[in-house]
């Protein structure tokens, strides 16, 4: 039997969620949960995976079973096992073929930023001592995210991909008072793409490039023409979507 895991976590501590040697992992930490709770080895594929110091509202990821589980007493005891900066939100079962990161429709992340300094949010947003953006220019420029797929110019250099493109659905800023936020959802991303669409378009806010530098950032495939990546701790993974058949009845 197969089971959906959904789970949030602070990846302050971590080495983003994927397993790697000598670094811990939100997926190794995770995984180690499980097979202590259920007593029986457990593998967890992720919906995606999120770097070092990046956080998720919400991750999803699958895991293997022969036994039918009490989904609601299995969150309760793996909450009180797992360390604090990570949550499991839900489990329950899904048809056996169904894939945490192949069957994703969509997923969003939003980018979170301080306009000044707040001790108390070091660890979940960029903070910029700079007070003044322009946020109508930096919304015309991310709306021409959604015309266009190839997004070679936002990604990590010597990335192992077979194609760059991506389809962007939504790419707004969002300011509240001293709360500047970026929001993306697309079908998929590109490793370090959003921090570097999100340092980019800072660049246009504060005047140093414009609407019309930013498309032919875009069209020239070549990372080192768009902006710096900003710091990973302003960035979550906030939802990830599935056709709404994914769950068993």
């Known amino acids: 039997m197969r089971y959906f895991i959904e789970v949030s976590y602070n990846g302050k501590k971590y080495h983003g969620w994927q397993i790697q040697p000598n670094a811990i992992s939100v997926q190794e930490t995770l995984m180690n949960a499980l097979t202590t709770i259920l007593r029986k080895d457990i593998s967890v594929v992720g919906a995606g995976r999120t770097d070092t110091g990046v956080h998720a509202l919400q991750l999803m990821a699958h895991f293997d079973i022969d036994i039918a589980l009490n989904e609601r007493e299995i969150v309760q005891n793996l909450n009180a096992y797992l360390p604090d900066n990570i949550v499991v939100t839900s489990i329950f079962l899904v048809p056996d073929n169904a894939h945490a990161r192949f069957d994703a429709s969509s997923r969003s992340y939003e980018y979170r930023i301080w306009l000044g300094r707040n001790p108390f949010l070091l660890d979940t947003t960029y903070q910029i001592h700079r007070q003044q953006y322009d946020i109508k220019k930096m919304n015309e420029a991310a709306a021409v995210l959604l015309e266009y797929t190839n ?97 068993k009845q």
């Open 151 to 247: 997004f070679k110019c936002f990604s990590k250099s010597k990335t192992d991909v077979k194609t760059y493109n991506c389809e962007i659905t939504e790419a707004k800023w969002v300011l509240d008072n001293c709360n500047l936020t970026f929001y993306i959802t697309a079908d998929r991303f590109l490793r370090n793409m959003v921090r570097a669409i999100v340092g980019t378009l800072l660049d246009i806010g504060s005047g140093k490039k414009t609407k019309y530098d930013f498309i032919n950032i875009i069209k020239s495939e070549d990372r080192s023409k768009a902006g710096l990546s900003v710091p990973p701790q302003g960035l979550f993974l906030s939802k990830v979507k599935y056709p709404h058949t994914i769950k």
